[in-house]
């Protein structure tokens, strides 16, 4: 049986500062900016879809019978950099990933 991930993308950053806020999606490849002063928000997008991207990988990888290029060692190997830089950090210790 093959696993799946429970989440899907959720790569975020906010930055407050005294003239605005700015909210950056790195997965939906936006920023959200809120301007108080301009009273207004607006999108800025950069990059392509990484949905689509996804869909035609997996649409392609059914038609040919094979594995997806992308699998859940893929997208957790990732999370191991965070893990380590915490080891790392209580250890006082370089960490290996």
């Keep these: 049986m093959r696993e799946f991930s429970p989440t899907w993308g ?4 906010e930055i407050i500062a005294e003239k605005g806020v700015i909210r950056v999606d790195a ?5 959200n900016v809120y301007n108080d002063t ?24 059914v038609d040919q019978r094979r594995e997806p290029s992308v699998t859940v060692s893929t997208v957790s190997e990732p999370s191991k ?3 380590a830089a915490y080891k790392s950090v209580e250890t006082g210790k370089v960490v290996r990933v």
Excluded: I
């Excluded at 959720?10 to 950053?13: G, M, N, P, Q, S």
């Excluded at 301009?38 to 950069?46: D, H, I, M, P, V």
């Excluded at 990059?47 to 990888?61: E, H, I, K, Q, S």
């Design 10 to 13: 959720d790569v975020t950053l």
């Design 27 to 31: 997965f939906n490849q936006k920023l």
């Design 38 to 61: 301009a009273r207004k928000a607006e999108w800025a997008y950069w990059g392509g879809n990484p949905d689509l991207g996804l869909v035609r990988d997996f649409c392609m990888a």
């Design 81 to 83: 950099s965070p893990s």
